[in-house]
Each structure stands twice: as C-alpha cells, then as structure tokens.
C-alpha cells in the first residue's frame, strides 16, 4: 500500500504586546510586502506561504504554512481562543528594550502556549530590536517558564539573515512533530 504524501499545512501565531514588531517581522519571514508606517493590526492577519528549505521528513513532501499575524491589544482577547484552535506553534515576540513587554511575557506564554496544552518545543521567543534601538543582546534574563524557551533576538538593520535562518530552524521542527505525530497515528490505525 502506497504511503499518503499528503502536504503538510502547519498553522503559527505571532502574538506579543502592541508596537512589538509581529507585522513587519511577519512580512520579511514570508517575504510579504513591506509596511512603511505603523499600523495597528486589527484583530487577525493571515499570510500563507510555503518555505522550499522545509520539507516533510525527508521525503520531499512539501509544506505550507499559515502565519497569523495577531493584534495585541487586548480589546481582541475575545477572538484569541478562535485564532488558537488548531495552531501548531506559537511564536511570542516582544520588544526587548520595552521594559512592560517582558512583565507580559508569562500572560502571552501561559495563554497561548500553556493553556493549549503545547509542548515548549512548539513555541519561539522573538526579541525584536527594532532600527535605531540598538542590539543589546546580552541584558536580557527571563524568569521561569519563560527561560526554558528558544530565544532569538532579532535586528532587520543589522543582521536579518539571522533571524530568517533561525525562522526555518523552528519550522523545521514544527514540521517534523507534525510528521511524527501523523506517523504514529497512521500506524495506529494499522495495527
């Protein structure tokens, strides 16, 4: 019997506090359009890409990704339990030199990543520096849960292949849970 290579389709949050920076690091990782002045999001942006560095165990089967793109006012707290259903991946960013965006890290982390029962492996960390703010990487300590988690700073000035090469890393292993876990379940059903 054939094995289906049906395309993986994986769906990621970007959430975090207003003004963090999830939209313009949403549109260089998907390589959207870029935003020139601020803009607050409203409620839910939905990018759909596919990323050719990232495939399904080795197989070659490809995969897409939807990338939402979540405001952070807390005025759309309501719409986060419909954004949450069925994500595979939570990506919190902040903007590391904000000192209210670390103080709201454990509400992001334990809204999105623990109450949806993810493990810490689905979920990234994204110090976001944005142009002109500097790139002080070394000052940043986070409390627990929060320092178990991969953390990346990110600079579009300075170094944007960096967080570009972390990004795919993070797909990756999104992907391969995914593949796994539909691996088991497709041997469940045989034996």
Same mark, same amino acid.
């Given at each position: 019997?054939?094995?289906?290579?049906?395309?993986?389709?994986?769906?990621?949050?970007?959430?975090?506090?207003?003004?963090?920076?999830?939209?313009?690091?949403?549109?260089?990782?998907?390589?959207?359009?870029?935003?020139?002045?601020?803009?607050?999001?409203?409620?839910?942006?939905?990018?759909?890409?596919?990323?050719?560095?990232?495939?399904?165990? /080795? %197989?070659?089967?490809?995969?897409?990704?939807? =990338?939402? +793109?979540?405001?952070?006012?807390?005025?759309? #707290?309501?719409?986060?339990?419909?954004?949450?259903?069925?994500?595979?991946?939570?990506?919190?960013?902040?903007?590391?030199?904000?000192?209210?965006?670390?103080?709201?890290?454990?509400?992001?982390?334990?809204?999105?990543?623990?109450?949806?029962?993810?493990?810490?492996?689905?979920?990234?960390?994204?110090?976001?520096?944005?142009?002109?703010?500097?790139?002080?990487?070394?000052?940043?300590?986070?409390?627990?849960?929060? /320092? %178990?988690?991969?953390?990346?700073?990110?600079? =579009?000035? +300075?170094?944007?292949?960096?967080?570009?090469? #972390?990004?795919?890393?993070?797909?990756?292993?999104?992907?391969?849970?995914?593949?796994?876990?539909?691996?088991?379940?497709?041997?469940?059903?045989?034996?």
């Amino acid at each position: 019997m054939p094995r289906r290579t049906t395309m993986l389709k994986a769906k990621i949050l970007f959430v975090g506090p207003c003004e963090s920076g999830k939209t313009v690091l949403a549109n260089f990782l998907t390589e959207s359009s870029d935003i020139t002045e601020y803009s607050p999001t409203q409620g839910v942006r939905i990018l759909e890409f596919e990323n050719p560095h990232v495939t399904s165990n /080795n %197989k070659g089967t490809g995969c897409e990704f939807e =990338l939402w +793109d979540c405001g952070g006012d807390a005025k759309f #707290e309501s719409c986060w339990p419909a954004l949450m259903k069925d994500a595979h991946g939570v990506v919190i960013v902040f903007n590391a030199d904000i000192p209210s965006h670390r103080k709201e890290m454990e509400m992001w982390y334990s809204c999105f990543v623990q109450q949806q029962s993810l493990q810490d492996t689905q979920c990234m960390l994204i110090a976001h520096h944005k142009p002109g703010s500097g790139d002080d990487k070394g000052s940043l300590s986070l409390s627990p849960p929060l /320092n %178990k988690l991969k953390l990346v700073h990110s600079n =579009l000035e +300075d170094d944007p292949e960096e967080i570009r090469m #972390e990004f795919i890393k993070y797909l990756k292993s999104i992907i391969n849970s995914m593949s796994e876990s539909r691996d088991r379940e497709e041997m469940s059903i045989m034996t």
